[in-house]
Structure formats: C-alpha cells, structure tokens
C-alpha cells in the first residue's frame, strides 16, 4: 500500500466520489424515464423477484440433479464417495442390488437435506460416474412449512435431469416457480387477511361471512407482561 491509501482519507473519499457518482446518475435517468428521455438507458434498481429476477451466470453452483442413461435410469451406483466427501453430511443413500447383472447396485433412495447441505460442490468433485451435477440453475427452494419439505429425494433429482433436457436451462426454474404460485394459492385464505401469513396452523377456524358482521378481530400478544416489564 502507498503512503495515500495507508493514509485512508483518500480512499474515503474515492469511495464518497463512486457512491454519489452512482447516485446522481440513477437519479438523472429515472429523471429523464418519468419524462420519457432515455429509454433504453436503464438506471440500477432492486430487482423486483419473482416478478423480475437475473440470470445465474454458466458457474452457478445451484440445486443438484441425479444424472440419466441413455435408457432414463438413474446413473448413479450407489458407492457412497459424494456422501462421504461431504462436510455437511447431508446426503443420505441406501443401496440396493441392481436389476442389470452388469450394474453391482443402485440407489434405492438418494436424499439431499437441502437445510443442511452448503452448496459446496464436493459431492460432484467426489463421483466417479458423473452421477451428481449442480448445473441446475436454479437456487435452492426456500419456502415450506416442515423439514421434510427440504429433503430432495432421488425422483426430484431425476426430473430435474429431464426437465433439463427438455426445456433448457429455464425449464426448472419455471416449475419452480410455478410450484411457488400453487402453494401460495392452496395455503392463503383471502377470508383471513389479518392473519398475515402463509399457514393457519393452531388458528382460529376460518370465519365465514354469514351476514352477522365483519371478521373477528385477533387479540394481540401482551409483549410487555411476556417479558414482565
């Protein structure tokens, strides 16, 4: 480092000239958006996922996948390397004996704790049979209402594998998405916005409009006797 940046003052500054750098150039083009300049400019903003969202770049290390063969079955054999290399412990296996005498074995079950996992890609180092990928790109699903709605058994991994093939790179991402819609939809009641959440359980019974009046209202917590103040 030069006797400047051990200094600091100059790299504070440096920093404070980049941020408001940034700052007046957004704010000129939203500027010139709202009066219609500069349109095919397009100012830094949030993006607003799931409506918008960025493509993952070709290295994205996402949710994982089960391989196929040509025949469509699974090309993992079963030999534990992935569930041993991994750190977090998070796959779980149990071999059986293959139909194929020229196949040793295969995975009866092949498990993926997702809330466990830390996406570091030993396991596809680890497999001697390019059984395992996570080339995916899609991230792993964040929303369920269990543990188990986090475990990814050996059919999800396949389907990934033929959802990839089939419709490209965004296909999983899509039905990901999908999924997401469906869930909001099977799980929200309308007739309870007050509730402002996603699940009903250990919930009122839902109330139903039958002309006597509006929803009752849901007591609110005593916090100040909770922590005896």
Known sequence: MTLWERL??????????????????????????AIGFAKARKAMTTVQYPDERKPYAEGYRGSHRLTLRPDSSVRCTACFLCATACPAQCIYIEAGAHPDPAVEKFPLRYEIDTLQCIYCGLCVEACPCDAIRMDTYVHPRVWGFDRKD?????????HRSRVLAAEGREGNMREMLQWYDEQSRAVYNPLRPELKTYTERDQPPAWKDDGAGAAPEIP????HHLTGK
């Open 8 to 33: 600091y003052l100059g790299e504070v500054l440096r920093g404070l000239a980049t941020v408001n750098a940034h700052f007046v150039r957004n704010l000129a083009l939203h500027i010139a958006h």
């Open 150 to 158: 986090f475990i990814e058994t050996k059919q999800q991994l396949m």
């Open 220 to 223: 609110a917590i005593d916090r």
